[in-house]
């Protein structure tokens, strides 16, 4: 019994050695920092014709490619000063042969792991690139 006490203390203090460790680290907080841009850029696979075409959308607009309707709701990257980390919350709606309108994605996308959360469609596929501040798109007109 007296081993697995001291055991015991033994793997308890170094829990708490580790814990005060980790935190003991000072803040940085420009690792923090994360950038909210204005377009979010995505590419998009027709599977019928095997096109695939890179499209500008401004966050909170929607942009039609093909049946799909994509609406980037934000898309945050990191200061160049940082590992490259570029997310966006995109909403996904398909058109469907009876012209309703059905959600089929609505998440996040990050654009290091474009298989992670990409909208796969029988005929569409949608992935996020990167996120930027302007595009030679004209911006949608605030009216």
Partial sequence: MKFFRSSWFNNAALGILALLISTSAPFN??????????????SGLDKITGRIITFDV????????GALQVTPRVCYSRPA??????????????????????????????????????????????WLIDCKMDSSVAAPSSG
């Fill in 29 to 42: 907080p420009a690792q923090a920092q994360k950038i909210a841009n204005t377009v979010a850029v995505f």
């Fill in 58 to 65: 401004y966050v909170d607009e929607t942009v039609q490619f």
């Fill in 81 to 126: 000063t940082e590992a490259t980390k570029t997310t966006s919350f995109i909403e996904v709606d398909e058109i469907t042969l009876e012209r309703k309108i059905r959600r089929i994605f609505t998440g996040w996308m990050f654009a290091d792991s474009p298989g992670l959360n990409a909208v796969e469609h029988p005929v569409y596929d949608v």
